[in-house]
């Protein structure tokens, strides 16, 4: 076994919140670049400069990229080998959501309840989905999402008859349907299979794979370039204003499902798609 | 695509040359309410109390700001999702509202109350938050300041890019921008 303690999960979290706001992963940032010389649009070319002087300004003046520092999505896998010491691991990684987001003047975007709706002032409590792993270390991924884009996300119980084509339509129409909603151009995390909320969670998974690395399975992979094309075909593009970017990545992610289902999950993010990993 | 400016309270005879598609600067007085400081002046509304803030010849931008650090105005200021206002918009644009600054879609209520009421509806870039957060040179809550991120703040604005969605003959940016591109570049 190995220890682990707990205010170095809490240190490690704190720091990952801040820096997560503020600099966007290489592969998203790149994206965006080669966005700005592909769009076909005037306006839409107007929009993704604009996006990537706000990512500039972002980083030198130390202002989060946008001010929907998100609800802190945190994907925790820890090694079945690692103790935990000196505190508890709920504990430990809420603390460190609350000290980043108040040390780091992030925006405190959670209610205690969705209908009383009184604001936490601290940012949590994160969302947090445990896995176990195998080994002694401890696998932390933040993914602060905005809710513009999280709202627009999608489950659609499909029959398997509906097949491959079902998918795409599935995930057309959340795109559709999102338009300049979701802050396009966006990031489509896709699970398929599974059940209800193993499709959902693999989408949100699917969101922080680097953008431009694709499935290992074959037909999962064309599934990803002939979504990205169709989206693109749509012309919803920058801000909702027409172009040829309206989206820079589809990820899906698939698990086994059931002989009598097809659950699609679609998880829209916005071109901000935060998502930064650290091994403890 | 022409850039104009226009200053904030609103000239109603500036405004009505506002078209769909206008990228536009605005600068002077603007103020800021979402979701629950727009809960709480509908309810003013209905209950026939006075306004935190006269709605005549105003711009509502819908934005939450993060914190400002030490030595900025504001934090991260860019727009969030207009349609969770739609409930509460046409009765604002009744009692004077003449400009509101978002993002994304509106509901036909809203649409046909911009029309009656000869206002506008603008889009700013979502997610460029860093970017806008410059053009507001000061910034102070005015109302609701309970509300954290939610009050309502009345901001000094030069510059504000932003874009007409719906003017007021009810053109929608939204409904023609995406057929005109497809139209353009895709046959």
């Known amino acids: 076994m190995r ?20 600099f966007l992963s290489p592969d998203m940032e790149n994206a965006i670049h080669k966005a700005v010389k592909e769009e076909k649009a005037a306006l839409g070319r107007q929009i993704l400069t604009q996006l990537e002087e706000n990512m500039k300004i972002a980083g030198e003046e130390m202002i989060p990229i946008c001010q929907d520092t998100g609800m802190t999505t945190v994907f925790f896998e820890i090694g079945q080998e690692v103790h935990i010491v000196d505190g508890n691991i709920e504990d430990a990684i809420n603390e460190g959501v609350r ?8 925006r405190k975007s959670v209610v205690k309840d969705p209908i009383l709706r009184e604001n936490t ?7 947090i989905h445990y896995q176990i792993i195998p080994g002694d270390q401890v696998k932390i991924t933040i993914a602060p999402k905005g809710f513009g884009s999280e709202n627009m996300s999608r489950v659609f119980m499909l029959k398997p008859a509906d097949g491959i084509e079902g998918v795409k339509n599935a995930v057309l129409t959340a795109v559709k349907d999102a338009g300049p909603n979701a802050c396009p151009p966006m990031v489509v995390g896709v699970g398929i299979g599974g059940n209800f909320e193993k499709c959902a969670w693999m989408a949100k998974k699917a969101l922080t794979r680097q ?5 290992e399975t074959p037909y999962v992979r064309q599934l990803e370039e002939d979504l990205l094309e169709e989206i693109n075909q749509l012309g919803i593009g920058p801000g909702g204003l027409g172009g040829s970017t309206t989206a820079l990545a589809v990820n899906i992610e698939t698990y086994p499902t059931h002989i009598a289902g097809m659950p699609v999950g679609v998880n829209i993010c916005c071109h901000v798609n935060r998502h930064i990993t650290e091994i403890i | 695509m022409e850039n104009l400016h226009i ?26 309410a979402r979701d629950a400081a727009h809960k709480r002046m509908y309810e003013c509304i209905q209950e026939g109390r006075q306004l935190p803030i006269s709605l005549e010849g105003n711009a509502i931008y ?3 700001p993060s914190p400002a650090r030490e030595g900025q ?3 991260s200021a860019g727009p969030t999702t207009s349609s969770r206002m739609d409930k509460y918009t046409p009765d604002m644009l009744d009692r004077g509202l003449k400009g509101m600054i978002g993002k994304g879609k509106r509901s036909k209520a809203v649409i046909d109350a911009v029309i009656r009421n000869k206002a506008v509806y603008f889009a700013a870039v979502g997610g460029a938050g860093a970017l806008l957060s410059k053009c507001i040179k000061e910034s102070e809550v005015i109302a609701y300041d309970d509300l954290g991120t939610e009050a309502i703040r009345k901001l000094r604005v030069e510059n504000l890019p932003v874009i007409v969605v719906i003017d007021k003959d009810g053109n929608n940016l939204y409904e023609t921008a995406i057929e005109d591109f497809k139209r353009k570049n895709m046959n």
């Open chain 1, 3 to 22: 220890d682990v303690s707990a205010s170095i999960i809490t240190e490690t979290i704190k720091d990952m919140c801040i820096r997560a706001n503020h």
């Open chain 1, 99 to 106: 000290r980043g987001y108040v040390d780091g003047f992030l």
């Open chain 1, 121 to 127: 002032k601290d940012n949590t409590p994160a969302i």
């Open chain 1, 211 to 215: 953008v431009g690395i694709h499935s």
């Open chain 2, 7 to 32: 200053n904030a309270p609103f000239e109603q005879k500036e405004l009505e040359r506002l078209k769909a598609g206008d990228y536009v600067y605005i600068s002077g007085t603007i103020y800021t």
């Open chain 2, 62 to 64: 819908y934005l939450g």
């Open chain 2, 73 to 75: 105005v504001i934090g």
